[in-house]
């Protein structure tokens, strides 16, 4: 997945870099594990430590699930932060 990796790329000329906030809506409870597991690893952080789960589409049979992320400082070249 491109727009998970470029969220993902740490380095400070990275294509997402300039992002500090992400709002997060998971198409079920997998892509959520899936997506958050990369996040975290890379940096960001759940804002207020919480999740909200949502019903958006009547019918389906699962929930979609809202976080809201932050970065932290991004990465120079030389593996510092900015």
């Known amino acids: ?17 300039s992002l500090g906030t992400l709002a997060y809506i998971s ?12 996040l975290l690893a890379s940096g960001w952080r759940v804002r207020r430590q919480r999740a909200e789960a949502h019903v958006l589409f009547l019918g389906a049979n699962h929930l979609e699930t809202l976080c809201v992320f932050e970065r932290e400082a991004p990465v120079g070249p030389d593996g510092a932060k900015q």
């Open 27 to 38: 198409c079920g409870f997998p892509a959520l594990v899936r997506d958050a597991d990369a």
């Open 1 to 17: 997945d491109a727009l998970l990796a470029a969220l993902c790329d740490a380095r400070a000329d990275g294509p997402c870099a």
